[in-house]
């Protein structure tokens, strides 16, 4: 299977990519700086790097290098700085994810293309009208005002849930929603459900990127995952 990544320089990304690669994948990977992934990495020969930003890139030339692929996922999101909490693009993720719907439409694929999204339990996934009390509705309703890359995850899998849809003929999709992210160099025991099973903001839980990294991968190959979390919003939290 050869897979498309975006974000794959970050820290997940990275992580995913080789996950894929283990797995005997082929993968694609959009970089806007190569020289952050690992060298091991550059030189793997199921590995094509393309040096660019997805929003740089044209529509034909991104569809170019989505054609061909059976699944697409990622782990793009807003650097911890200044500039990247507030500063362009602001809808940064949600560009990217409607471009990339947009370049898998063009190619018109036999089977539809597996799409993988990487977001966060502070996103509720509004489908399942899932339970807050009414503090934490206020908070999250202030973080989204006040931190654009909030906003952005919530537009994002809005656009996969709302826009792109569960019976859509080119794209089905999984939006992956960790807690607290960590670094582990190893993967580990982890829960996956439905809904946060504890508060996002009062009492959050910890996930280990790689384990994130690992899920993404599951869902990519194995089709019986696939088949029961597709069209979903699923938690995944460290055991």
């Not at 439409?105 to 036999?110: N, T, Y």
């Not at 973080?143 to 709302?162: F, G, Q, S, T, W």
């Not at 990294?213 to 055991?239: H, K, S, T």
Request: glycine letters at 8%; hydrophobic letters at 40%.
């Amino acid at each position: 299977m050869t897979v498309l990544v975006v974000g794959a320089s970050g820290a997940t990304g990275r992580l995913l990519v080789r996950r894929l690669l283990d797995r005997g994948h082929t993968v694609r990977a959009i970089v806007r700086s190569p020289d952050k992934l690992p060298e091991d990495l550059r030189r793997h020969d199921r590995l094509s790097v393309i040096h660019a930003s997805v929003m740089d890139l044209g529509d034909a030339e991104l569809a170019r290098h989505v054609e061909g692929c059976a699944a697409v996922a990622s782990c793009l999101g807003h650097s911890l700085s200044l500039k990247g909490v507030f500063g362009p693009p602001r809808l940064l993720v949600t560009d990217a994810v409607r471009r990339l719907c947009d370049a898998v439409k063009a190619g018109s694929p036999e089977r539809p293309v597996r799409f993988v999204l990487m977001n966060t339990t502070g996103n509720s996934n509004r489908d399942l009208n899932e339970p807050r009390a009414p503090v934490e509705n206020a908070a999250i309703g202030l973080i989204r005002v006040l931190l654009p890359p909030h906003a952005d995850n919530e537009r994002a899998a809005d656009y996969l849930r709302a826009r792109i849809g569960k019976k859509d003929k080119a794209i089905e999709w999984v939006v992956v929603r960790p807690d607290s992210l960590i670094n582990e160099d190893t993967v580990t025991e982890y829960e996956v459900h439905p809904s946060p099973t504890r508060s996002p903001l009062f009492h959050p839980g910890k996930t280990s990127r790689i384990n994130v990294a690992d899920f993404m991968a599951d869902l990519i190959g194995d089709d019986d995952l696939w088949g029961e979390w597709r069209g979903q919003m699923p938690v995944i939290y460290n055991a």
